[in-house]
């Protein structure tokens, strides 16, 4: 039987310089044609920043109830997100709207499905158990990372398991995206260094998955190819509308390549990192990327070749192994230039550490089956002790 493919997205994608002045305009885009009341969950850094205000200020023009929630604690655990859940109590939304990096994005779109679902979040962590779809949601991301706008899933973590897991359904699909990359334009230096890196990781490591397909492939290409022409003017120049513009489209490509054929080893190794330690997910997935490509290197030769080009690298009259080998180069150069961390021990992370890591990272078997190449215990061990200086 012929291999089938298949993909689904956010139901509507408004994109541009300032399209989040649009917002309002685009409400009807939820199929609730008379919004009379929403929430608007987010961060108390955003809101500093005076989008929300702006956004408050349309919906008022129109009639529409705005109540805002800044709860969303940085990589939220299930506790936090419950918290944000019983602030809500009984209040009637008709729309979601979460604003800011993926922590707020996921949480909003878990809030949604539980107003929906009479289940915890932990009785829908895994793949396909929500039932019934949530309330409405419009996201609007203000990191060029995770890609969680255009997604199925939702990422909480566990403290008593020291472990991040996914929720995954359709039903998480948001229905209107407002992609603005002015919203960026003030992101701190860290901040656009590990999440650039980790729209990176979510692209590379769909390109070599074993679930890569046409469709993933022509999303992951071309956010390679506009991550790698913008990432370090990102850095290095924020103030870059053109940067910031190509890094939150290569971030949602991104997240579009991963819906197709899913992340694999680099975030499976990750996720004990955040959930234990506390490490941000683009710094645990830089970290990471450069060894797990060396590990999985005679299984992705090929595959890995076939981004130098997109990536800007010369690779006339280079074999295929020179080719992917300089793609590791250039991405081992990018974690120097953006100054990420390359040390687990000034994270607190020590030798006898290493095997508890690798059983929780081998309990991810929803990404490491996406792996080009079986990680023994030993196998995930080795590449985090690389990480040890």
Not at 4 to 22: D, E, P
Not at 55 to 68: E, T, Y
Not at 170 to 199: C, E, F, H, Q, R
Not at 274 to 297: D, Q, R, Y
Request: hydrophobic share 45%.
């Amino acid at each position: 039987m012929q291999q089938l493919y298949r993909f689904q997205t956010a139901a509507h994608i408004v994109a541009g310089r300032n399209s989040i002045q649009a917002l309002a305009d685009n409400l009807h885009f939820t199929g609730i044609h008379d919004v009379k009341s929403v929430l608007i969950i987010t961060q108390p850094s955003i809101k500093a920043l005076g989008v929300i205000d702006d956004i408050v200020g349309q919906l008022s023009v129109k009639g529409i109830k705005a109540d805002i929630n800044t709860n969303v604690l940085p990589e939220p655990t299930v506790g936090n997100i419950e918290e944000v859940f019983q602030c809500i109590g009984n209040e009637h939304y008709d729309v979601l709207i979460g604003i800011g990096g993926g922590s707020v994005l996921d949480t909003t779109k878990i809030i949604s499905v539980l107003k929906t679902n009479n289940n915890s979040i932990r009785e829908l962590l895994g793949t396909d158990l929500v039932a019934k779809p949530g309330l409405p949601t419009i996201l609007i991301p203000t990191t060029s990372g995770t890609g969680a706008e255009v997604t199925p899933n939702a990422i909480v973590t566990l403290p008593d398991e020291e472990l991040k897991v996914g929720i995954v359904s359709k039903y998480l699909l948001p229905k209107v995206v407002i992609i603005d990359p002015m919203l960026t334009l003030g992101l701190p230096k860290p901040i656009t260094a590990a999440t650039g890196m980790d729209a990176f990781t979510h692209s590379l490591e769909s390109y070599i998955s074993n679930k890569a397909n046409p469709l993933s492939d022509m999303f992951a290409l071309e956010s390679i190819r506009l991550i790698s022409a913008s990432i370090v003017e990102a850095y290095q120049n924020g103030s870059s509308a053109d940067a910031r513009e190509k890094m939150l489209f290569g971030s949602m490509y991104g997240g579009m390549a991963l819906t197709c054929a899913g992340t694999a080893a680099v975030h499976a190794l990750a996720y004990p990192l955040g959930g234990k330690f506390k490490i941000s997910h683009g710094v645990a997935n830089s970290m990471l990327l450069p060894h797990v490509m060396e590990f999985n290197m005679d299984a992705i030769t090929d595959r890995l070749s076939q981004v130098a080009e997109p990536m800007g690298i010369q690779i006339r009259g280079s074999s295929k192994a020179e080719a992917a080998g300089r793609v590791v180069d250039r991405i081992v150069e990018w974690t120097k230039i953006l100054e990420i961390p390359q040390d687990l021990r000034s994270f607190g992370v020590e030798e006898n550490d290493v095997p508890a890591l690798a059983v929780s990272a081998s309990k991810v078997t929803r990404l490491l089956n996406n792996n080009p190449k079986t990680l023994t215990l030993d196998d995930m061990e080795a590449i985090y002790r690389k990480l040890l200086s």
